[in-house]
């Protein structure tokens, strides 16, 4: 069992950055695939980034794709977004996530966290 914390999340004017973290405790945190997601009020959860076991591959969706860098330490168990150029549509509910494979679905993520609420205002 993982448990996945994020922090981080905050309001920040549009043009703005901001980096949030997601620690893991519970599980051998290099065993897995992390990801991020978020949700908007009315939508669906949608795909962020993810990262391979040792931050060798990458993939962003296309929406924050060379605004927002996914990575990771795992020495300190930690998986990290970097978030740049903030926009109001990047306003949502962040998730961490962990899976045993490389994938950008939300249902095959196995572990979750609470989510950290960022607002990014005009």
């Known amino acids: 069992q993982v448990q996945l914390v994020e922090s981080g999340g905050r309001l920040v004017q549009a043009g703005g950055s901001l980096r949030l973290s997601c620690a893991a405790s519970g599980g051998p945190f290099s065993n897995y695939y992390m990801g991020w997601f978020r949700q908007a009020p009315g939508k669906e959860r949608e795909f962020v980034a993810v990262?391979?076991?040792?931050?060798?591959?990458?993939n962003h969706a296309g929406s924050v794709r060379g605004r927002f860098t996914i990575s990771r330490d795992n020495a300190k168990n930690t998986v990290y977004l970097q978030m740049n150029s903030l926009k109001p549509e990047d306003t949502a509910v962040y998730y961490c996530?962990?899976?045993?494979?490389?994938?950008?679905?939300?249902?095959?993520?196995?572990?979750w966290g609470q989510g950290t609420q960022v607002t990014v205002s005009s």
């Open positions: 996530a962990a899976a045993n494979n490389w994938v950008t679905t939300a249902t095959l993520y196995d572990y």
């Open positions: 990262i391979s076991r040792y931050g060798k591959s990458t």
